[in-house]
């Protein structure tokens, strides 16, 4: 049974702190998506990755959100410095581009910064 | 930004009934998607309707699409309180990336 996976499921972390998330897309798949959701902004699309180039970070803070796939079987998101208002649920998704863009989403990161 | 519009916010409704909601979106699109999420969980894909397509079916779930007013509805028929989340739909343009609304909330009643 094919899923996304990510780690940690939980984290909570003081203000200032370095945070990384990762990802683990389903074997195959050759786009991969990193997602914020909160209460009042909804889903938002923070950097999607195709065959593990860059496509789009325009929905990320530039200045202390980075994305990287190292290889193919990890993608990670990482905040430096952390603050509170990155408090917020991180989905990481994948996806084959030319199967209509069916995303498969991962279980989230819920992540809290004090 | 936000492409898709749902409609109602939160939808409430008893076992047995009927669900309907509605997404509205503003530019042209290849395919409009629905997913679902459960409290605490991530979204999980339901149905996918192309722009060339006016309804389609999967069991309970029936989606249909107005291209002429940007306008997709989804029926769940037969509700059962497993069906109790939120449901977003997502439209995709010509760059490969999603633009998810903002979701309705269906809680069903036993």
Redesign the interface.
């Known amino acids: 049974d094919a899923r996304?996976t990510q780690t940690p499921r939980h984290k909570v972390t003081e203000m200032g702190q370095e945070v990384t998330m990762r990802c683990q897309p389903i074997l195959g798949h050759n786009?991969v998506?990193w997602y914020r959701q909160t209460m009042m902004q909804?889903?938002e699309?923070l950097a999607?990755f195709?065959n593990r180039a860059p496509?789009?970070d325009s929905g990320m803070p530039k200045d202390r959100f980075s994305a990287e796939m190292p290889d193919a079987t990890l993608a990670t998101l990482k905040i430096q410095p952390s603050e509170p208002r990155d408090s917020a649920v991180y989905?990481c998704?994948s996806g084959v581009?030319d199967r209509?863009?069916?995303?498969?989403?991962?279980?989230?990161t819920r992540l809290t910064v004090l | 930004s936000?492409q898709g519009e749902e409609d109602p916010q939160a939808l409430s409704i008893q076992e047995g009934e009927n669900a309907t909601m509605n997404c509205s979106y503003k530019t042209s699109i290849?395919?409009l998607?629905w997913?679902r999420q459960n409290s605490g969980?991530?979204?999980?894909?339901l149905i996918?309707i192309?722009s060339n397509e006016r309804e389609k079916h999967s069991g309970r779930l029936r989606v249909t699409l107005d291209t002429s007013k940007k306008s997709s509805s989804l029926l769940i028929t037969a509700s059962r309180a497993a069906d109790t989340a939120s449901y977003?739909c997502a439209t995709?343009t010509n760059?490969?990336?999603?633009?998810?609304?903002?979701?309705t909330t269906v809680t069903v009643r036993a």
């Open positions: 996304v786009t998506f909804g889903l699309l999607y195709r496509l789009d989905f998704a581009m209509g863009n069916e995303q498969f989403f991962g279980p989230g | 936000q290849n395919n998607q997913y969980r991530g979204l999980v894909h996918l192309r977003f995709d760059d490969y990336k999603l633009s998810f609304g903002a979701g």
